[in-house]
């Protein structure tokens, strides 16, 4: 295991900026998750980190020692990339062994460690089998096999789960989760969807046009977003932003709503943010009008509307509403977010 260092790091492609001064540092055996929208440069960090692509400025260091001009076989990582790459002429055996290979280790030592990390993956009956012949959750766990085997010094993963179907995404995620838990080992994870970054790692790394945006802990990104991209990135459905004047415990929106915001000492024009999870109903606030009732079983999720401005509200349990009905809704005053106007900075 290792740590990585990542200091003041920058890369263009000719004129092109495409990641600006990016520093972030990863301790030893922590799992870290880069997300953010698609080209925000997530992906091309990870393949500096792997020495797939030249550092422009900066430097990055993996257990202490600068890897810069490294070449990629001598940084002591494993990827595990997005589209599986596996041999479709060997076998699931030959696949996952085929590193060990290179580095001419005996034939018994191929078989022991494949064999060991196949048990780990419930792959023990399919090392016979061809990547045609395997599904596609299948195919992730050979190639995180191939990772695996290795014993490298940090894993990094590039939207591994992409390519699966919702189940199973779900299933793999778990799975990555628990193996990182039995081998400790520093792991780097790309992805766009925030539902894996915020449950799958112990910091997560919100990047936006080359730049991060925040970085910390799962739900201290979710409690305190440092600015409304944050806010609105992270969290699913999204938090409900409503511009307006704070006028001392009590928010006037642009659209007519008045709502509370609680004692804050924050004057002037705001942007009002609170969670659809954060909005009780029925107890007598603002009066809404019911558009869109998704019923998801363990919750309902209600689009609503009032004077204009529509937002999103979620019931941790089945409510008897349906469209065209009123409704009232109170925000919990000690979940309300407020943004500067100007720069979506959290006042």
Same mark, same amino acid.
């Given at each position: 295991?290792?740590?990585?260092?990542?200091?003041?790091?920058?890369?263009?492609?000719?004129?092109?900026?495409?990641?600006?001064?990016?520093?972030?540092?990863?301790?030893?055996?922590?799992?870290?998750?880069?997300?953010?929208?698609?080209?925000?440069?997530?992906?091309?960090?990870?393949?500096?980190?792997?020495?797939?692509?030249?550092?422009?400025?900066?430097?990055?260091?993996?257990?202490?020692?600068?890897?810069?001009?490294?070449?990629?076989?001598?940084?002591?990582?494993?990827?595990?990339?997005?589209?599986?790459?596996?041999?479709?002429?060997?076998?699931?055996?030959?696949?996952?062994?085929?590193?060990?290979?290179?580095?001419?280790?005996?034939?018994?030592?191929?078989?022991?460690?494949?064999?060991?990390?196949?048990?780990?993956?419930?792959?023990?009956?399919?090392?016979?089998?061809?990547?045609?012949?395997?599904?596609?959750?299948?195919?992730?766990?050979?190639?995180?096999?191939?990772?695996?085997?290795?014993?490298?010094?940090?894993?990094?993963?590039?939207?591994?789960?992409?390519?699966?179907?919702?189940?199973? &995404? $779900?299933?793999?995620? %778990?799975?990555?989760? !628990? =193996?990182?838990? +039995?081998?400790?080992?520093?792991? *780097?994870?790309?992805?766009?969807?925030?539902?894996?970054?915020?449950?799958?790692?112990?910091?997560?790394?919100?990047?936006?046009?080359? &730049? $991060?945006?925040?970085? %910390?802990?799962?739900? !201290? =990104?979710?409690? +305190?977003?440092?600015?409304?991209? *944050?806010?609105?990135?992270?969290?699913?459905?999204?938090?409900?932003?409503?511009?307006?004047?704070?006028?001392?415990?009590?928010?006037?929106?642009?659209?007519?709503?008045?709502?509370?915001?609680?004692?804050?000492?924050?004057?002037?024009?705001?942007?009002?943010?609170?969670?659809?999870?954060?909005?009780?109903?029925?107890?007598?606030?603002?009066?809404?009008?019911?558009?869109?009732?998704?019923?998801?079983?363990?919750?309902?999720?209600?689009?609503?509307?009032?004077?204009?401005?529509?937002?999103?509200?979620?019931?941790?349990?089945?409510?008897?509403?349906?469209?065209?009905?009123?409704?009232?809704?109170?925000?919990?005053?000690?979940?309300?977010?407020?943004?500067?106007?100007?720069?979506?900075?959290?006042?």
């Amino acid at each position: 295991m290792a740590s990585v260092s990542i200091s003041n790091v920058q890369k263009s492609f000719g004129e092109v900026e495409v990641l600006k001064d990016i520093s972030i540092d990863i301790a030893d055996g922590e799992f870290v998750t880069l997300v953010g929208p698609s080209g925000c440069g997530k992906s091309t960090l990870l393949r500096m980190l792997a020495g797939l692509e030249k550092i422009t400025n900066g430097s990055m260091a993996i257990d202490g020692r600068v890897v810069n001009n490294v070449p990629s076989m001598d940084r002591d990582i494993a990827m595990v990339f997005q589209n599986y790459a596996l041999y479709p002429h060997m076998t699931v055996k030959e696949n996952m062994g085929f590193s060990l290979k290179m580095r001419n280790a005996s034939v018994q030592e191929i078989d022991d460690k494949v064999g060991h990390v196949a048990e780990i993956l419930g792959l023990g009956k399919l090392l016979d089998r061809h990547p045609r012949q395997l599904s596609g959750g299948q195919r992730q766990r050979v190639a995180m096999g191939r990772a695996i085997v290795r014993n490298p010094k940090v894993f990094l993963f590039d939207e591994p789960l992409s390519n699966l179907d919702a189940k199973l &995404r $779900v299933a793999m995620r %778990g799975e990555i989760k !628990e =193996l990182h838990q +039995r081998l400790r080992t520093t792991t *780097v994870y790309v992805t766009h969807d925030q539902v894996e970054a915020m449950t799958m790692a112990s910091k997560v790394v919100v990047m936006r046009e080359g &730049r $991060v945006e925040q970085i %910390g802990p799962p739900l !201290e =990104l979710y409690d +305190r977003p440092c600015n409304l991209f *944050v806010a609105s990135f992270i969290g699913s459905p999204a938090m409900n932003f409503l511009p307006g004047l704070c006028e001392g415990e009590v928010f006037s929106a642009d659209c007519g709503l008045r709502l509370p915001m609680g004692s804050r000492g924050v004057k002037g024009r705001a942007v009002y943010g609170i969670r659809p999870e954060h909005c009780r109903l029925n107890t007598g606030g603002v009066e809404v009008e019911v558009i869109v009732v998704e019923p998801l079983g363990a919750e309902t999720q209600l689009v609503l509307r009032s004077a204009g401005q529509d937002f999103v509200c979620v019931a941790h349990d089945r409510v008897d509403v349906h469209p065209g009905q009123t409704i009232s809704i109170q925000p919990d005053v000690s979940k309300v977010h407020l943004f500067d106007v100007e720069t979506g900075v959290r006042l």
